[in-house]
């Protein structure tokens, strides 16, 4: 009976260390689960694949470092799909302190597959104020933009030649944290300009994304670092690219986590009705 | 084993530990990390408020290329130091209004558009709901949980029997509901220390690829 | 005056925003196209009441010796050198300012978000009680997605999968859907008492 009782009262210490080896191992010695993908990572996979070469691709950095693991692996994953099928790719983003992710992730996979700035992909970088921007480039985009992130002039640019607002965009995916996020491109974006929308979002938000999906506002959804690594399945499976999968090595780490937390949950509801039990007999 | 030989990884890494060393109890290595971040942070924000909005839409259409229009937004922007000045304090409220009726004026026809309108098709107009019965018995069920679930969230008349047990088939698809957010949020944070790891076992220690 | 002209000024802006979403004439996108420039502009400025207000705040604890004020130096010093090495080495490729982000921020703000999967593992395991049915209703849904969502969940069973998707797509949906409109019905409604000057908060207290 103690040690029932002593199962719910386990150092918090103790589950910290344990959460750790639990994590680490898979990563240093992996099962090999494998993780297929979903109809949803499909969906966004199906529509960025739609895109004809030459047309362009704007994506969304509505995230910062805090929730890079989640969906730093997807911005890379889709911007190795882009460049390997001869999309353009317009970066921008809503959060500031997203500016550096998208620079890195750019330099990073543009060098991959020998694409060039300003004919290949813009990096427009930040504005302030959310509807501004959101609202400005369903009009003219170097109304919002008048320059790039760089400071470069958007009409020196060759491929923003032909690029005027939403209508000259196939698909659209926003990468978020949070607010402000998708649910901000398909309020304004979607409902006034028609904008075609997928998004990735971390797994905190993804439950919530559900009603979108169902209405066909949005055209898809990578839900987490699962999505993430959804959609480096499917990128790989397709030959678009063989570089390292982060969100896929992950999977392991978070299955066994996953588990944990499950056994701990249990572990705690044990603890907690046998001592609620011992306790009552007290009182009578 | 293949450590890094990089500064910066190193750098990284010792700010990584600093942070962690919080969940022993806090110190002042998790503090000096804490206060860095914040300098940095702000430090960045400038930079590339600077670069990104300040210089192309005011200071180049002002300044270099005449457009004098644009003296009306410098003036309502620099009404917010009037927050620093308490005669005149008072000014901070005229730009405050200008983005707040802009931002609520935005936002009525776009959130009924897309959280209402929207959202009440997708309920009653679920596409191929007919072509199987299942189908059809899962849309059903979500139409009959939207209900329920609205009017758990109708406070303002007493329920009588019918619409209490509605509201309390409201509260069971709302616990669902915040179970499978529940659900996702393990996964969430598990990702981000897993992210963490990936970086140390990675990028500093080389064990893994 | 000094709270007539303000609610004005959110009166017209609002007004005039909800109505040119259903005006199509060019009179109305030009103006439509001014308001949006210079909301930009002016938002920005904000920004800068925040590094003003920090400043201050750190400045004066270094002055008056608060308990932690040597850290505040630290915060000081961080945001200068940040924003100087910023302003002047600018935000391209291969920058200082770059080079700050990727190996300072980045390592210090995903940690501190990494640290709660450790909290929540603790808070999971100490607070999480199946005590009511409401409760255990929470845990049973949380259970089948936790494990229907990763691979071992269709390692240990191929139904797992299909279930939290039926729980994600069916239960999940109404409920977020419910969610979703009473927060827009409540954002429309708080946008329109603003608009009409009847939410007042903004304004502050004082005399005027």
Not at chain 1, 133 to 150: F, H, N, Q, S, W
Not at chain 1, 229 to 258: I, N, R
Not at chain 2, 16 to 31: A, E, G, H, Q, V
Not at chain 3, 4 to 31: E, K, R
Request: glycine fraction near 10%; charge should be positive; include cysteine.
């Amino acid at each position: 009976m103690r040690f029932f009782q002593a199962l719910g009262k386990i150092d918090r210490k103790i589950i910290f260390i344990i959460l750790a080896i639990v994590i680490i191992i898979p990563l240093l010695k992996p099962f090999g689960l494998i993780s297929r993908a979903s109809s949803r990572a499909e969906a966004v996979f199906n529509a960025v694949d739609a895109i004809p070469a030459g047309k362009p691709l704007m994506i969304s950095i509505d995230f910062d470092p805090g929730s890079m693991p989640e969906l730093y692996p997807m911005l890379t994953a889709i911007l190795r799909h882009a460049m390997a099928k001869d999309v353009k790719v317009i970066l921008l983003g809503l959060w500031l302190t997203g500016m550096g992710l998208g620079e890195q992730a750019l330099t990073t996979v543009s060098r991959e597959y020998n694409k060039v700035y300003g004919q290949d992909y813009v990096f427009l970088g930040w504005k302030s104020g959310v509807l501004p921007v959101v609202l400005g480039m369903g009009e003219d985009i170097r109304k919002a933009y008048p320059a790039d992130y760089y400071g470069t002039p958007l009409e020196s640019l060759p491929m923003m030649a032909n690029i005027k607002n939403y209508r000259d965009i196939p698909f659209f995916i926003s990468l978020s944290a949070g607010t402000p996020g998708y649910e901000s491109w398909i309020a304004y974006a979607q409902s006034r300009y028609g904008l075609k929308i997928g998004a990735g979002v971390t797994a905190v938000s993804a439950a919530d994304a559900y009603p979108y999906l169902q209405t066909g506002q949005l055209t898809g959804m990578l839900g987490g670092m699962k999505g993430a690594s959804e959609y480096e399945f499917l990128v790989k499976q397709k030959g678009y690219t063989q570089q390292f999968s982060p969100a896929s090595q992950a999977m392991d780490s978070q299955s066994l986590a996953h588990l944990l937390i499950l056994i701990l949950i249990v572990i705690g509801n044990v603890g907690y009705f046998f001592t609620r039990k011992v306790t009552r007999r007290e009182e009578k | 084993m293949n450590l890094s030989h990089s500064l910066w990884i190193w750098i990284g890494t010792f700010l990584t530990f600093c942070i962690f060393s919080f969940l022993y109890k806090d110190n002042p290595l998790y503090k000096f990390a804490e206060h860095l971040f914040v300098g940095v942070s702000v430090g960045y924000s400038i930079s590339i408020s600077y670069h990104n909005v300040l210089y192309p839409d005011l200071i180049v259409p002002l300044f270099k290329q005449g457009q004098l229009l644009n003296i009306i937004p410098l003036l309502f922007g620099l009404c917010y130091f009037a927050r620093f000045i308490p005669q005149v304090s008072w000014l901070i409220r005229l730009p405050m209004g200008l983005v707040l009726g802009f931002g609520a004026g935005a936002a009525i026809p776009a959130t009924l558009q897309a959280s209402v309108i929207k959202q009440i098709q997708g309920a009653i107009l679920t596409p191929n709901i007919f072509q199987r019965i299942d189908l059809f018995a899962w849309a059903l069920i979500s139409f009959i949980g939207l209900i329920c679930v609205v009017i758990y969230f109708f406070f303002s008349k007493e329920r009588v029997k019918s619409t209490r047990l509605a509201a309390e088939g409201g509260i069971i698809f709302l616990m669902v509901g915040f179970g499978a957010s529940f659900g996702y949020t393990v996964m969430a944070r598990i990702s981000l220390i897993i992210g963490r790891f990936q970086f140390l076992l990675r990028d500093w220690l080389g064990i893994i690829r | 005056m000094q709270r007539t002209i303000p609610l004005a000024i959110c009166f017209i802006m609002g007004i005039f925003m909800m109505v040119q979403f259903f005006v199509p004439h060019p009179i109305s996108t030009n103006a439509y196209d001014i308001v949006l420039k210079w909301i930009r502009i002016i938002t920005i400025f904000a920004l800068v009441l925040g590094v003003g207000s920090l400043a201050m705040y750190h400045t004066t604890k270094i002055r008056r010796k608060v308990s932690g004020w040597q850290f505040s130096i630290i915060t000081i010093i961080a945001l200068v050198v940040t924003a100087v090495i910023g302003l002047f080495g600018g935000v391209g490729r291969g920058s200082w300012l770059q080079v700050i982000f990727q190996n300072i921020f980045v390592p210090v703000n995903s940690t501190m978000f990494s640290i709660l999967a450790f909290y929540m593992a603790s808070a999971a395991y100490r607070a999480f009680r199946a005590r009511t049915k409401e409760a255990t209703i929470l845990l049973i849904a949380a259970f089948i997605v936790m494990l229907g969502m990763v691979p071992i969940g269709s390692a240990i069973s191929k139904r797992l999968p299909e279930l939290a998707e039926w729980i994600l797509t069916v239960p999940n949906t109404a409920a977020k859907r419910g969610i979703i409109f009473g927060i827009a019905l409540g954002s429309i409604a708080t946008s329109l008492k603003i608009i009409l000057g009847i939410e007042r908060g903004w304004l502050g207290g004082g005399r005027g």
